[in-house]
């Protein structure tokens, strides 16, 4: 009982926060100051998966979500020189639009989950090892396994790779003639 | 309203909500921002929250197996692609137009 309690307040507390830092990732008028914030949001969701017991999940998410997408974001930001532009305000509308929706969301969902009896959640107890079962399951073969969705999700990381150098490297026209204002080259769009 | 408001990280309704306030905040975000890489932003905490669905539901309703947890890193796993591949376009058009304001990307053009 005691445990139980403990382990709420630790969820209220991580989803406090989680909540703050996302509205703040939202409204942040310096950008760079929104990824930060969605560093929080990142790592406090791994500390709710490490509540629900999945260690392995908690690890791969500060891995690449904390040390890899957001870096990502923070370059995204250098580059197209968003750090030193403030974002405008959103407009009335705009706001009003974004708020209507998110509440209509929000509130659809929550009816939907509340008003329905949910499957009563099965007791903890967990013999086996989440991480050594993860691993056995991606790389099993038979009908229960995730071979093949882990080899797509392979190709789909390698492609990713080669389209991203292919996007966003330098053009060949982009020499000194180009800065002079000569028209960029086209082909890679 | 079974039980709805009971005490209780063992209750599921409780993350469900969670979820839910996170993913409607990066509607908002997704609704509001301007800048290209704001958009993202609000992108990245929905896909969160839907991760931490999954892990949630795989807790509570299957414990005995980690089908919910495949699929978070199947999530995460794409997510960092769509956003590899998301930033990669953004910093390609911001050096053709000089802007990350999607609101001024109206042109298929140079």
Redesign the interface.
């Known amino acids: 009982m005691l445990t139980?309690?403990g382990?709420?307040i630790?969820?209220?507390l991580l989803?406090a926060i989680?909540?703050i830092a996302?509205?703040g990732?939202?409204?942040s008028r310096h950008?760079l100051q929104?990824?930060v914030h969605?560093v929080v949001?990142?790592a406090m969701?791994a500390g709710?998966?490490l509540?629900?017991?999945?260690e392995?999940?908690a690890g791969?998410?500060i891995l690449?979500?904390v040390g890899?997408?957001v870096v990502?974001?923070a370059?995204?930001?250098m580059?197209?020189?968003?750090a030193e532009?403030l974002?405008?305000r959103?407009s009335q509308g705009?706001?009003l639009?974004?708020?209507a929706?998110?509440?209509l969301?929000?509130a659809i969902?929550?009816l939907t989950?509340?008003?329905r009896?949910?499957?009563p959640?099965?007791p903890?107890?967990?013999a086996?090892d989440?991480t050594v079962?993860?691993g056995r399951?991606?790389l099993n073969r038979g009908p229960?396994g995730?071979v093949l969705?882990f080899e797509i999700?392979s190709l789909?990381?390698l492609t990713?790779?080669i389209?991203?150098i292919v996007?966003?490297r330098k053009t060949p026209a982009?020499t000194p003639a180009d800065a002079k204002g000569g028209k960029?080259d086209?082909r890679?769009? | 309203?079974?039980a709805?408001f009971k005490?209780?990280?063992?209750?599921?309704?409780?993350w469900?909500?969670?979820s839910?306030?996170?993913?409607?905040?990066?509607?908002?975000?997704l609704?509001?921002?301007?800048?290209?890489?704001?958009i993202?932003?609000?992108l990245?905490?929905m896909l969160?929250s839907s991760?931490?669905n999954f892990?949630?539901f795989?807790?509570?309703?299957?414990?005995?197996?980690?089908?919910g947890?495949?699929m978070?890193?199947?999530i995460?796993?794409?997510?960092?692609?769509e956003?590899?591949?998301a930033?990669?376009?953004?910093?390609?058009l911001?050096?053709?137009r000089k802007t990350?304001d999607v609101t001024r990307m109206n042109s298929l053009k140079?």
Do not use: C, W
């Open positions: 139980e309690i382990l709420s630790i969820f209220y989803a989680a909540v996302a509205v990732a939202v409204v950008i929104a990824a969605l949001v990142l969701s709710l998966y509540l629900l017991g999945a392995f999940l791969v998410q690449v979500y890899g997408i990502l974001l370059f995204a930001i580059l197209t020189a968003s532009l974002e405008d959103p705009r706001k639009v974004g708020i929706v998110a509440g969301f929000f969902t929550l989950f509340s008003t009896a949910l499957p959640a099965t903890p107890p967990r086996v989440d079962a993860l399951m991606l229960t995730y969705p999700i789909l990381l990713v790779v389209g991203a996007v966003a982009e960029p086209a890679l769009l | 309203m079974h709805f005490l209780g990280a063992m209750d599921m309704s409780h469900l909500a969670l839910a306030l996170l993913f409607s905040i990066g509607l908002y975000g609704l509001t921002r301007r800048n290209a890489v704001g993202l932003i609000a990245e905490l969160n991760a931490l892990v949630m795989d807790r509570m309703l299957h414990p005995a197996t980690v089908d947890q495949v978070a890193i199947f995460i796993a794409t997510a960092a692609a956003l590899v591949v930033i990669a376009i953004f910093v390609a911001f050096k053709y990350a140079l």
